[in-house]
């Protein structure tokens, strides 16, 4: 199976197969490894020991909806220790 850069997955499923989703998810996290498959491809994921986790919720009347991301570096970013140049 190839490997893949992005990954993309949308069902419609009972609260408790999202539930297990969520559950399956919070191994991986805990795991240290992410692997998502389908038929076209694979893409494994290592976060580190801090995520960034943003989670966000609304309520439009007629639609509701939770948004849950997490986020990591793999290698340590770059950070100057001057200004940038600016032009004036």
């Not at 190839?2 to 069902?11: E, L, M, Q, V, Y």
């Not at 976060?47 to 849950?68: F, H, W, Y």
């Amino acid at each position: 199976m190839k490997s893949k850069t992005k990954f993309s997955h949308d069902s419609l499923l009972d609260r408790n197969a999202t539930k297990e989703l969520l559950e399956a998810l919070g191994k991986a996290v805990k795991k240290g490894q992410l692997e998502f498959q389908e038929s076209e491809g694979e893409i494994l994921l290592s976060p580190n020991n801090l995520l960034e986790v943003s989670v966000r919720a609304s309520d439009e009347g007629d639609k509701q909806e939770v948004e849950v991301k997490l986020k990591w570096r793999t290698q340590q970013k770059t950070v100057y220790d001057k200004p940038p140049k600016i032009r004036t």
